[in-house]
Every structure is written in C-alpha cells, then in structure tokens.
C-alpha cells in the first residue's frame, strides 16, 4: 500500500486506487447525501428554535437566511451527488459545500452568534476528517478554516485573552491530529478491504481461466468448449441457425512422443493449435478436447462448408514443418465433420456423430477427412 504527500499519511492502492474509488462511489455519494442534509438541517433547526426563543431580530433573520440559502444550495447538490459518475466530481462537489459551511460558521462565530460554539466548531472540524468521503486534502482544508478561522478570533477579541486563545489553538491542534489519525486509519482499513477483495476476484478469475483454457496451446479447455457447444445448441433450436462441429486427431502422435520425447511433442501440439486458429474466424470455437484431439464449432455453417474447411486444414498440416533440434518433423491429421441435427438431444448427440466420422477416417488410411451424414454438392 502507498501513502500519499499530504503528511504521508492518506494511503493508496497505486495502481488500484481508480478502482477503489469507483468502487465505494455509491456508497460515498450516499453519505455525502446523508451529511449534507443532515448538516444543514441541524443548523436550521437550530436556528428557528434560537428564532422562536429570541425573536424576529436582525442577527437571528441574517443567520436563516444564510442557513436558508445554504438548505436551496444544498437541495441543488444532493441530485448532482446521486448522478455523480467519477470520484473527482465527488470531491470537488463535497469540498465546495464544506468549505462554505465553514466560512459561514467563521462568519457567525465573528459575529458573536451565540448558536455556533467551540463546541459546534470542534464537532464540525471532527466530522471533516471521519464522515466526509472524500480525499484528505478536501478534509483538511475546510476543517483548518475552522479551527484557525475560530482562534483568531479569541486573540482579537477583548474578553478572549492569550492564555485562552493558546489553549484553544492546542486543543484544535490536538483535534486535528486525532482527526487525520483517525480519517488515515479508517480510509486505510477500507483500502485494505478493497485490496483483499481485488486480490480475491483476481485469483477467482485466474483460476476460471486455469479451468477455461489450455495452458500449453492456449486454446479454451474441454469443458468450456462443450459448455459453449451446448449455448450454440440452444440457440439453434430457437433461431434455426446451423453449426457444423469438427473433431481433429493427430495421426500417430504417440510415435512423435516416444522417438523425439513429449518436449517435442508439445511443440508439435502448439504449432498445431496455431494452425487450427489461422484457419477460424472470429465467433469460431476452437479447443483442445484432450490430448491430441482438438475440436472446432462453427457457427452458421453447413456439413458442406465445413467439410471444405476441414480439408484445408488436412491439406495445409501436410506442409507444416516442426523444427525441433535437430530434426523437422511432419505430420498429418484426419478429421471427422458433423452438423447440428434438430433430434439431437444435446450437444454430446453431435459430439459422438463427430467422433464417429473420425473414427471412420482413421479406419480409411488416415490424413483425410469423414462426414456424418455424407453432404450434399458444395457450395461453400
């Protein structure tokens, strides 16, 4: 985690920290709702009690219709906050509100207004730093307007005296620090929530990757290539729409692993794969169903089209060269092609027609490709 200039004490995620932010941007828009009406709403209430007590005087009228101006100020803002879509507008929002209630409470505090206290500033400098959601530096600033605003005031004043007014500045000192501490701590205890909680969603991801894809060819795994398969089902059955699906074998594979070692087979397997997707387009399904078995879906495609693939592909491994040390090892592959068919229950339905059109290429010599059922003239 890193810190912030501002005192070295406001942590952040780096690299995180935008996410983080987005992330609680709801929540802090929500609280930033919540203090500001209930800011404001205190102080007005407040302020028609002190009416109701005092009067209809010059100083009591002057201070609600500031406050009153303040509530229409807010009841503008709190709208902007629940549409807010970046955390810097957050801030900005929230910092210019705060840093006008304080001016005005420096301004009432001047003006001998009996209803905002030390009491009131040392709440409000406090509530700065804990219940305002945004950057430190928007909490500090305001919540020192407060408190230098306020001691000022004790020095100039007849009654205040020096001894009084430095006890002050302490006492809002020691505010201040307990205000940062505690501000930096529970801002620091929620970014570590976050990073917990990005560190989970990390490995969450990377292991449904492990799950879904192939680490040595990097194409998608068997399941995922079935679970998709199915989703290609479905939507044949409601739109119609066709998918052909091939099942492609290494021939004689086992004889690349015992003469040149599975190094070489690997390479062999990778280079393959490569293949396989040069030959697909880009809404193409292409897996490695285990071992040297690979499986293709297209979608929208016809048993005629798909067979003309496939035979590309045969065609194109018999050129392929595998450099491995010294050697150059070819090798070729057989194919069997299906389509989808409305009886087929599920994807497996398609899945064994498939595997018995390779089984029947292998049984014809090998390095050639079979369809079930056999397709009409192509057209692809």
Request: net charge neutral; with cysteine.
């Amino acid at each position: 985690m890193e810190y912030a200039s501002l005192f070295g004490v406001e942590p952040t995620l780096g690299p995180l920290e935008q996410d983080y932010r987005r992330h609680y941007l709801k929540a802090d828009a929500s609280q930033a709702t919540f203090i500001l009406a209930a800011t404001i709403g205190a102080l007005l209430l407040t302020n028609l009690v002190d009416l109701g007590s005092a009067g209809f005087t010059r100083d009591t009228v002057r201070r609600l219709w500031v406050i009153g101006t303040g509530g229409v100020v807010t009841i503008i803002i709190i709208p902007l906050l629940r549409r807010v879509q970046r955390a810097a507008v957050l801030d900005l929002l929230v910092f210019v509100w705060s840093l006008a209630v304080a001016l005005v409470v420096v301004y009432f505090r001047s003006t001998h207004a009996p209803i905002v206290s030390e009491a009131t500033v040392a709440v409000l400098a406090l509530g700065c730093y804990t219940v305002v959601p945004n950057r430190l530096l928007f909490r500090v600033i305001p919540a020192f307007l407060l408190t230098a605003g306020d001691a000022s005031l004790l020095f100039r004043r007849p009654e205040g005296g020096t001894s009084a007014g430095y006890a002050v500045i302490f006492a809002y000192g020691f505010i201040h620090l307990v205000g940062i501490w505690s501000s930096s701590t529970l801002h620091r205890f929620r970014r570590r929530q976050f990073e917990a909680l990005a560190g989970e969603q990390s490995a969450r991801s990377e292991m449904q990757r492990l799950v879904r894809t192939d680490s040595l060819t990097g194409l998608i795994s068997r399941a995922h290539f079935i679970e998709r398969a199915e989703q290609e089902l479905g939507r044949y059955r409601r739109y119609n729409t066709p998918f052909a699906t091939l099942i492609v074998d290494l021939d004689h594979f086992k004889a690349v692993n015992d003469t040149y070692g599975h190094s070489a087979g690997d390479e062999v397997l990778r280079r393959f794969a490569d293949l396989l997707q040069r030959h697909s387009r880009s809404n193409d399904l292409v897996g490695r169903l285990g071992g040297e078995e690979f499986g293709l879906l297209l979608p929208e495609t016809r048993l005629v089209d798909a067979r003309e693939v496939a035979a590309r592909i045969v065609a194109d491994c018999r050129e392929l060269e595998v450099a491995v040390e010294s050697h150059r090892l070819r090798f070729t592959v057989s194919v069997g092609v299906t389509e989808a068919d409305p009886l087929d229950g599920g994807f497996s339905d398609v899945l064994r027609r498939a595997d018995a059109a390779l089984y029947a290429a292998k049984q014809q010599g090998r390095d050639r490709v079979e369809t079930l059922p056999q397709p009409p003239a192509s057209s692809y």
